[in-house]
């Protein structure tokens, strides 16, 4: 299994998959890029699950500390249970002590979760 950032041209595979998971009407035309980094796992080339991520400074006792902010959290309905989502989480892991980012959190997508 690969995990990496996604390219541009693979915005449009990610987003599928988001609205595959969230169950969001999906449109070509409109869903073609995505806002924030995305990284995704691939199975045989095949994008089955992804996470936006981004940094983001937070206050605490008045110094600023790099976070690491997960959401998006998606994956192929077919390919749950391959571990994915695992592998990308472990992934994060990575990138997080590599920029010194020493908090994360998973940001929720909305309301109602």
Known sequence: MEVRYITPDEAVDFQKVSAASFIWKFDAEVDNKVKVPVLAAFENQKLIAG??????????CSEFLGTVVVEGVCSQPECRRMGGVRAIFDKVSEIAEENGWVLGFLHPFSIEY
């Open 51 to 60: 996470v936006e991520i981004y940094e983001y400074k937070t206050n605490f």
